[in-house]
Structures are given as structure tokens and as C-alpha cells.
């Protein structure tokens, strides 16, 4: 090492840098955005993962990264923001669809129509989409190349049994 100060890494270098550390906690680095118009700058890391972040992931995250970066010696300080997706995201891949699985998403399709309800099972580019039709609840099978937008809405009620049921979210015991 020779002593000699860097400035702030770029997005990639953090990406890189801390890449290892996510993929052991389970997760993986959505995407990394530096603010360097404000002062100290601010490095935010959005992680995402089969499982949802929690608090007490978020901090050890943090703290991991933290460690990896100050070790960079860099010329300035900065500010460490380790977060999730927010759920405005859309949801573009597939893992991103499988990741909401059981949630209430609005969704655009690339016919122009438009239809809202629970995501089910999403498999080989197929997305099983719970909605309600004529009183009952039912299962739509929607490709996502069908799919112009999608994004996840928050609710503030809690869902039908039924339809949990049937997006295979339901709290009842796998195995029949």
C-alpha cells in the first residue's frame, strides 16, 4: 500500500467491491448511485433478494460494506446508504416478478389493456396472475413478454384468503 488517497469509487467499483459480501448475506446488488452534488456525498447500494430485506439484515449489510469501502482510503468522507427497491420499482425481469410473488401488482400490457391482481407462481417467463372475474377469483397465466409495466402496490387491507390461496402465498402447510 503506498498511503496514496483515492476520490470516491464509481458505481462499478463499489458493485465490484462489495458484490462478495452481498452474495454471501443471500442478496444481490440491484444497483449503485453516488450523489457527489451534496456534501459529505452519499453512495447509495439497493439490494435485493429471494428473501425481503429486513432492519437488522440492512445493518449488517451496512456495516459490511462500510468496512470494505473505508478501506479504499478514499480523499473525502461520505455518507453509506444500504437499501432496498423501493415499491414503486417496476418489476422489468423475472426474478423481480418471482420476488413479489403473493403481492398486489398493477400491470400494463403491451395490448394496451390493463389488469390488476395477486402474483402467483412465475415460471420459464410465465407469470400466474390472480384476479378477480365475475364475482369469483381465478388464475390468468400471462407471459411477461405480454407485459409492458408492472409495479407492486401497497395495500392497506389485508388480502382474501382465497386469493392468497390461490397465488400460492396462504399461511396453510405445503403438501396436499
Same mark, same amino acid.
Given at each position: 500500500?503506498?498511503?496514496?488517497?483515492?476520490?470516491?469509487?464509481?458505481?462499478?467499483?463499489?458493485?465490484?467491491?462489495?458484490?462478495?459480501?452481498?452474495?454471501?448475506?443471500?442478496?444481490?446488488?440491484?444497483?449503485?448511485?453516488?450523489?457527489?452534488?451534496?456534501?459529505?456525498?452519499?453512495?447509495?447500494?439497493?439490494?435485493?433478494?429471494?428473501?425481503?430485506?429486513?432492519?437488522?439484515?440492512?445493518?449488517?449489510?451496512?456495516?459490511?460494506?462500510?468496512?470494505?469501502?473505508? =478501506?479504499?482510503?478514499?480523499?473525502?468522507?461520505?455518507?453509506?446508504?444500504? &437499501?432496498?427497491?423501493?415499491?414503486?420499482?417496476?418489476?422489468?425481469?423475472?426474478?423481480?416478478?418471482?420476488?413479489?410473488?403473493?403481492?398486489?401488482?398493477?400491470?400494463?400490457?403491451?395490448?394496451?389493456? =390493463?389488469?390488476?391482481?395477486?402474483?402467483?407462481?412465475?415460471?420459464?417467463?410465465?407469470?400466474?396472475?390472480?384476479?378477480? &372475474?365475475?364475482?369469483?377469483?381465478?388464475? !390468468?397465466?400471462?407471459?411477461?413478454?405480454?407485459? !409492458?409495466? =408492472?409495479?407492486?402496490?401497497?395495500?392497506? &387491507?389485508?388480502?382474501?384468503?382465497?386469493?392468497?390461496?390461490?397465488?400460492?402465498?396462504?399461511?396453510?402447510?405445503?403438501?396436499?
Amino acid at each position: 500500500m503506498t498511503g496514496r488517497s483515492i476520490g470516491l469509487p464509481t458505481p462499478e467499483q463499489v458493485i465490484e467491491l462489495l458484490d462478495g459480501e452481498f452474495a454471501r448475506a443471500g442478496y444481490e446488488i440491484d444497483h449503485v448511485t453516488i450523489d457527489s452534488r451534496i456534501r459529505p456525498p452519499r453512495i447509495t447500494v439497493i439490494a435485493d433478494g429471494d428473501t425481503p430485506l429486513d432492519l437488522d439484515t440492512v445493518a449488517e449489510l451496512s456495516r459490511a460494506a462500510s468496512a470494505v469501502l473505508d =478501506a479504499l482510503d478514499t480523499t473525502e468522507p461520505y455518507v453509506l446508504e444500504v &437499501s432496498s427497491p423501493g415499491v414503486d420499482r417496476p418489476l422489468t425481469e423475472e426474478k423481480h416478478f418471482r420476488r413479489a410473488h403473493g403481492r398486489l401488482v398493477d400491470v400494463e400490457l403491451v395490448d394496451g389493456s =390493463a389488469v390488476k391482481g395477486r402474483l402467483g407462481a412465475v415460471t420459464d417467463g410465465v407469470a400466474d396472475l390472480v384476479v378477480r &372475474s365475475r364475482g369469483d377469483w381465478s388464475v !390468468r397465466r400471462l407471459p411477461l413478454t405480454d407485459i !409492458r409495466k =408492472a409495479v407492486v402496490q401497497v395495500e392497506f &387491507s389485508p388480502p382474501n384468503p382465497r386469493e392468497l390461496e390461490l397465488a400460492g402465498a396462504g399461511r396453510t402447510e405445503a403438501g396436499a
